[in-house]
Structure formats: structure tokens, C-alpha cells
């Protein structure tokens, strides 16, 4: 029988493995469909910007799932929440796959991505089963098989869709491997996150603004989150319409193979969460924002060379995914007791930030092209670094009531190594 956690109980083993490829499951199903919108465009005869609109319908449903089904995670029965969420994100794949127009196809990506939140409530459950000290290196590595699950994803839809000569299978295997995490994963999870409480669902969700606004260590890095994941989602949106286009030419076997390409930077990622127990999240979110405008610059620089759009995806890969697993660890050290509400509010602003950047993207590239698509990400980069550089000062003294006990009980602390 899975363990119960209180809110006092020690750290216990985590199994790292079965949540990394749980979540690399299914955060699939948010990035899998990107290699295949000039796929679908073409079957189903809408044009390239309407099939864009699909990518940012995943990015607004997965936004949406996190405001108003991960903060359960903190007081519901994990086993039976993670159940129904398995079961309803494969049934919204299998609409999907027989969808006969793209407005059906866009809702059920809508349904299915507002689901499909798993992975941004293994990843509080994995912090609180590591406990204070290993929060950064667990995370990371439930971390790196988001990462793989997002970009593999791509390689694998879109082999699956030139091997098959249909978009429509990849939706189909993806509702099978999510179904199949029915058999395992549920009852190898705790009965909960913590101690069953008094507050209600209502309660969860008018909480997280004062969260938000009690706890800088939660302010910084959802803003850093935003930024940086604007620019990944406005880069891999358009990409697939930018390898089809001449001279290039290639077909969504080719933009799925990025995944693979991709790899390295991928695995590279994972040692961002012992750098940030060690050095502190800031130190590591400097360094992810040098390698991500860096990809950018290579790939604006260089467009129609596949090496530099390699290269470029690389420094990309590994810039953004750093600066997500060091802005996690430290939002963790806020608490147990509010660790899926302060991953919500932290997830939440990162994938509108995606969403954004996903229909940015998309509109940019139909009006201007590759060249405006990727300055627009850069600027994104920009005001990351911006925000970086002024969280450095350190934050004026307040003379405001204590408000922590409303924001959930947890008093607010900077962890050693951070400003």
C-alpha cells in the first residue's frame, strides 16, 4: 500500500525513475503535436497560421489545467486525482485522433492539455519525498524526463506520422501510453502531499494571489518562467512551418528528428539541479540565459544551415530547461504544506508565458517571417536578464502585517545561497 505523508514526515526514497518517465509521458502529449501542424494543415485544408492556433490551445489548456486541478494535489487523494486525469487526457486523445475539422481538433486539444497536468504534480510530490538538501538534484532529474518526454516527443510523432502518412496516429499512440501509465503509477504514489485540511477547493485557489504576493522567492522565478518559456515555445512553434518552407523542404519526420538532435543538451540539463543546491538558482538562471540567447543568435544568424538550427535548439534546450529545474528548487524550499500551490502559481505563469509565445510566434512568422519570429524570442530573453539583474538588489524591508498564515501557513525564507 502507497505511504501516507504528514506535513511533519521524513524524507523517504523517491522513486526518481517511474516519475521522470511518468512525466515524460505525459507532458508528451502538450509538445508531440508541434512537428505535425503542416501536417495538419495540409489534411485538414486550413492554412498554416490556423493550424498554429492548435499549439497555443495546448499551452492555454495546460495553463488552465494547472490554475484549477494541480493545487488539489495539496490536500486530495493523489492515487484516485491522478486516476481520473490519466483516464480523461487518453479519452481527449482519442477525440483528437478522429477529429474531422481543426476547430474539433483544437478543443480536444483544449480538453486534453487541461488534463494532462501530471507532471507538474509528480514534481512537488518528488520534492517533498526528497526533503531539504536533495530537493534540487531529485527535481532536476524529474526535470530531465520533462525534458526527453518534450522533445523525444517530437522525433517520435513525427516519424510515426511520415511512416504512416497520417498526423492522426501519433494521437492515437499517444492516448495509449497514456492509458497504459493506468496500471502502474497510481498506487506507487502517497495517499497524499499532506494531512488532509480543512480548506476547501475555493479555498486552494483564492489563496494562491496572496502566495504570489507574500513570497519573492515565488514572484522571481514566475516571471523568469514566463520569459524564458515564451521564447522556447515561440522557437519550436514555428520551426516545423520554417524546415518546410524553401529552400529547406524538409517533411515532419525532419522537425520531429530535433528531438532527437536535441538529446544532448537534454541529459547536459540534469546537472542543473545539483548546481543549484550547491551555487543557488540565480548563479544557475544566469547561465541558462546565456546559452539561450545564444541558441537564438545561431539560429537567426545561420537560418537555412541545419547544423546552426541544430546547434541553436541545443543551447536553447539546455538554457530554458536550467532555468526551469533551479527556479523549482527553489520554490520548494518555501514548504510542504503549499508545494503544489506555489508549483501552480510558478507553472501557471510559465505556460501562459508559452501560450503567448506560441501565438506570437505563429503570427510573427505567417507576417514577417523566420528572422522576426526569432527576435521576438530573444526579446524575451532580454527581459529575463532584466529581471535577473534587479532581483539581485536586495528587497526593501516591509512594515505590512504578517499575512503568511493566509497565503497557507508558511512563513516566507530565502535559502542559503540565494539574494
Known amino acids: 500500500m502507497a505511504p501516507r505523508l504528514a506535513p511533519d514526515a521524513p524524507a523517504r526514497p523517491v522513486n526518481v525513475l517511474l516519475l521522470a518517465v511518468a512525466g515524460a509521458v505525459t507532458v508528451a502529449n502538450i509538445y508531440f503535436p508541434q512537428p505535425l501542424l503542416a ?43 491522478t486516476s481520473v486525469l490519466l483516464a480523461l487526457t487518453s479519452t481527449a486523445l482519442l477525440v483528437a485522433a478522429a477529429a474531422p475539422d481543426v476547430v474539433t481538433l483544437g478543443l480536444a486539444t483544449l480538453a486534453l492539455s487541461t488534463t494532462t497536468v501530471l507532471p507538474q504534480i509528480l514534481t512537488p510530490v518528488a520534492a517533498v519525498l526528497a526533503g531539504p538538501g536533495r530537493q534540487g538534484r531529485v527535481v532536476g532529474l524529474v526535470g530531465l524526463g520533462l525534458t526527453l518526454g518534450s522533445t523525444l516527443s517530437r522525433t517520435v510523432s513525427g516519424a510515426v506520422t511520415d511512416a504512416s502518412g497520417s498526423w492522426r496516429v501519433a494521437y492515437v499512440g499517444a492516448a495509449v501510453a497514456t492509458a497504459a501509465l493506468l496500471l502502474v503509477l497510481p498506487r506507487r504514489l502517497p495517499e497524499r502531499l499532506g494531512s488532509r485540511g480543512p480548506t476547501s477547493y475555493a479555498g486552494l485557489l483564492t489563496g494562491l494571489p496572496r502566495l504570489l504576493a507574500v513570497h519573492r522567492e515565488l514572484r522571481i522565478p514566475a516571471l523568469l518562467g514566463a520569459c524564458v518559456f515564451a521564447a522556447f515555445s515561440v522557437f519550436w512553434s514555428v520551426l516545423a512551418f520554417h524546415l518546410a518552407a524553401p529552400p529547406l ?6 522537425a520531429g528528428l530535433f528531438g532527437v538532435l536535441t538529446l544532448p543538451a537534454a541529459l547536459l540539463s540534469a546537472a542543473a539541479g545539483p548546481l543549484a543546491d550547491r551555487y543557488g538558482a540565480s548563479a544557475v538562471s544566469v547561465g541558462g540565459l546565456v546559452c539561450a540567447g545564444l541558441g537564438l543568435a545561431v539560429a537567426g544568424l545561420a537560418p537555412y544551415s541545419p547544423a546552426a538550427l541544430v546547434s541553436g535548439a541545443n543551447l ?3 538554457g530554458v530547461s536550467s532555468c526551469q529545474v533551479a527556479n523549482q528548487a527553489r520554490i520548494f524550499a518555501i514548504g510542504r504544506a503549499v508545494a503544489a500551490r506555489v508549483n501552480t502559481v510558478f507553472m501557471l505563469a510559465t505556460f501562459a508565458g508559452g501560450a503567448l509565445g506560441s501565438l506570437a510566434g505563429s503570427w510573427l512568422y505567417a507576417a514577417r517571417g523566420w528572422p522576426a519570429a526569432l527576435l521576438a524570442a530573444g526579446a524575451c530573453v532580454g527581459v529575463a536578464g532584466l529581471v535577473v539583474l534587479l532581483a539581485a538588489r536586495p528587497a526593501a524591508p516591509s512594515c505590512a ?8 501557513g508558511i512563513r516566507p525564507r530565502i535559502p542559503q545561497g540565494e539574494s
Open 316 to 318: 536553447l534546450v539546455v
Open 401 to 408: 502585517g504578517d499575512v503568511t498564515r493566509e497565503a497557507g
Open 39 to 81: 501536417a495538419v494543415a495540409r489534411g485538414l485544408d486550413v492554412s498554416e497560421r490556423t493550424a498554429g492556433l492548435v499549439a497555443s490551445a495546448a499551452q492555454i489548456g495546460y495553463a488552465l489545467g494547472i490554475l484549477l486541478l494541480v493545487p488539489l494535489a495539496d490536500s486530495a487523494r493523489l492515487r484516485r486525482l
Open 249 to 254: 523542404g524538409y517533411g515532419p519526420g525532419a
